[in-house]
C-alpha cells in the first residue's frame, strides 16, 4: 500500500485520465503557450513534457493536442518551424502568442472565474528539472490534501477553536509565500 499522498496522487491522475473534458478549457492551451514560450516543440514532445512535469499525472492525447496547435497556428500565436530531416513539425511562440500569454497571466484571480481550478491544476505542474522543485511539488500537494481532510472533518464535526487554528495557520502561510513571492518579484525573478 502506499502513502496517504500516493493513493491522493492516483486518484487524482485517474480522475483527469479519465475525465479529461473536465480539466479547465484553457489549461492546456495556456501550458502549451507557455512551453512554446520556451522552446520550439512538436505535439508530440508538448505530451511528453506534460506528462512529464505533472509527474505522470496527465497527459493530454493527439487528439487535444493537435487540433490546439493548428487553432494556435491559425490565430498567429504559434509558428510552425522549418521541418528538421527526421520530419517532425515543431512549432515556436510568435510574438503575438507571447503577448497573448502574457494577457492570459494578467487575468483577474477571483471565484467567479477558472483561476481555482488552474492554481489546483497547477499544483500537478512540476516546474524546474531538479528534487527541490519535486519536493516542493510533494509539500503543495500535501498541504491541498490536508486542507481537503480537514474541510471534510469539519463539516459540522469541528469546534470553532480548531477552525480558527487551521485559519490561522493558512494565514500565516499564505503570508509568508506572498512574501517571498514579492521578495522574487523585487528581483525580477
Not at 43 to 57: D, L, M
Not at 59 to 83: C, D, F, H, M, R
Not at 101 to 129: M, Q, Y
Request: aromatic letters at 6%; a neutral charge; charged letters at 30%.
Amino acid at each position: 500500500m502506499g502513502s496517504p499522498i500516493d493513493k491522493i496522487h492516483s486518484r487524482i491522475r485517474d480522475h483527469l485520465m479519465q475525465h479529461t473534458t473536465q480539466i479547465p478549457k484553457g489549461f492546456l492551451r495556456h501550458k502549451t503557450l507557455e512551453l512554446l514560450g520556451e522552446k520550439p516543440m512538436s505535439g508530440s514532445e508538448i505530451a511528453e513534457e506534460i506528462h512529464r512535469r505533472t509527474t505522470g499525472q496527465w497527459k493530454p492525447g493527439p487528439g487535444s493536442i493537435y487540433p490546439l496547435l493548428a487553432w494556435l497556428q491559425k490565430n498567429g500565436y504559434a509558428v510552425e518551424q522549418p521541418t528538421e530531416k527526421s520530419g517532425m513539425k515543431r512549432y515556436a511562440l510568435s510574438d503575438a502568442g507571447r503577448q497573448f500569454l502574457e494577457e492570459e497571466r494578467k487575468l483577474p484571480t477571483g471565484p467567479d472565474n477558472k483561476a481555482i481550478s488552474f492554481c489546483l491544476l497547477d499544483l500537478l505542474w512540476v516546474e524546474g528539472h531538479d528534487e527541490v522543485a519535486e519536493e516542493l511539488h510533494r509539500s503543495m500537494v500535501r498541504l491541498v490534501s490536508v486542507l481537503g481532510e480537514f474541510n471534510a472533518i469539519m463539516t459540522g464535526k469541528v469546534s470553532k477553536n480548531a477552525a480558527m487554528d487551521v485559519k490561522e495557520a493558512v494565514d500565516e502561510a499564505t503570508k509568508k509565500i506572498q512574501a517571498i513571492n514579492s521578495s522574487l518579484k523585487e528581483q525580477g525573478q
